[in-house]
């Protein structure tokens, strides 16, 4: 349930939609961090790669990778939120 309670990935969305990078990647690399000690490996299949990519400023792919990240990420919320 502490999953649910953390802000990492509104606020990574929100850092991308106001265009600020170096915040967005902080998030990301937060959210990577809950995501590996938690085994979510769906998020960290997409969190590894965007993590790098927002480090190194590649933003080339950036909205379709959020847009898959909040797919996975409701869809855990969503299994949590069943099983409680």
Do not use: W
Request: with cysteine; glycine share 2%.
């Amino acid at each position: 349930m502490r999953f649910l309670k953390d802000d990492s990935f509104s606020n990574l969305e929100n850092c991308i939609a106001s265009n600020e990078y170096q915040m967005a990647f902080m998030q990301a690399h937060t959210m990577k961090g809950v995501a590996a000690n938690l085994g979510l490996d769906c998020l960290l299949e997409i969190l590894t790669p965007m993590t790098e990519q927002l480090r190194s400023n590649d933003l080339v792919n950036i909205s379709e990778e959020i847009k898959e990240l909040k797919l996975r990420y409701e869809m855990i919320c969503n299994i949590i939120r069943a099983t409680d």
